[in-house]
């Protein structure tokens, strides 16, 4: 007669993280209807934008110069042949895109940790420690997995990166079980490789964890030699991809190192709730020596710490290989393990629960992407971050191709409709005028730069239009034809 309401108590258990994940999947579903505008939004939808016009020779996706991008992955590819055979709006593609590269991360996640676990709720629970194991400070960023991130980034590549990078580990660890074939190794290259095309940073962290999934294994002679022949395969369809030279990222300029240096900041605000996950993996190393998310936490950990010291800022993009193995490993930790003591879990479990309470409420104003302001309670809608406004405004009158002059801000956002901007918004390590480029913008913006030096500047790119904020510009060879949020104009030039 006793026994029932502990068997009550252990169903509630296990269906409290199945329907929690389930609604946090609501959630982000209901984001995508949304899709919040922050970040590299306009860059992905520009790129779109140049593959629906021509698949074969896109050009550069923010700028009207006719070079290589990294942004025209296989991913993209898809997703611009997409938008060229239906006709539908950049914006709407990119929802697809979401929709999909949301599924392969949910089910890539569902792979791996069944590789980890049997227990039915390992799955859910791990879902829930990605998206909330992080810190009390906000942090978003494209390839890190926090619920505000992945609301604002589900539709980039990274997470599509990400997705795969999960199937790729999952796929890996039965092969080196089962004594996979060959073909099966070579399928495996071609996936390593095409992670890396879509988003490079994820591709790295996908190859670290691929490593520590081998290391782990201790696989034989025969095995290593298929999998040398999947990664030749893989290096090949890197050296072939037609878009851009992938080899040549490796020289990327300084632009991206100062960019990631934030990246090193404030890291036990951003990332303290995962030190539960790592005394977690301590557990597991004192179980297992070899244990596969060990391994990929030092590895990780590794990468990032050199890039620190060295000053290649960039590296830390590599974090995701150290956050997600201790964030799995504090999942799994607070399930049954045979010869564990039934208090230790609860209080493992409950110091759990504790750590997810305190990373939900830090993103909790991620809700404010598909609930309206108004109606969330205020100490909610003290936590939201509202998401930029575009610039559709200026599209009545900029259309297709058309140059605009434009700061570093709204540059990161125009090109999404189409128009190209003088500078790009971001670093381009395959525009060789990009340095002139920039110096251009800020000489036309400068004050003090004589209206005949701005008309030259205009001439020189094509210019047909500016945006600014405020009237410095007025009478400068240019005409107000729209006013947009934030006290900013749509300037015509006049040639």
Known sequence: MRAAPRSTAATAGRAL???????????????????PWAGDLGMHAATVERLRHSLLRPGNPLVDADTPSPYYSPWMLVLGGLARVTGLPVFVVLRVGAVAGLGLLVTGVWRYVRTLSAHRVAPALALLCLLFLWGPVLFDWSGFLGLNSLALTVSYPSVFALGLSFHLWACLTGAVRDGAGRRVWLGLGVLWAVILLVHQFSGVVASLGALATVVAARPGRQTLLRLGA??????AVLWSWPYYDFFSLFSAGADLESIHRSLYRHLPGRFGLVLLGVVALVLRWRRDRWDPLVILFVLGAAVFAVGGVSGHYAWGRVLPAALIPAQLAAALEALPV??????VRAGWACALAAALAVGAWTQVGTVGYVVPRSALPGVVAARYRAPWVGYRWITPWVKYGDVVMARTFPARQIPAYGPYTVAPGYPDVFLPDEGRRSAAVQRYFAAGTPESERRGIARKYGVRWVVDTGNALRGAGLRAVAHGPGGQVLYAVRH
Not at 17 to 28: N, R, S
């Open 17 to 35: 993280p199945q329907a929690a994940a389930a609604l946090v999947l609501v959630l982000l579903l209901l984001a995508i209807v949304r899709l």
């Open 230 to 235: 999947g990664v030749a395969l893989g290096l």
């Open 338 to 343: 045979e010869g564990r003591a039934r208090s």
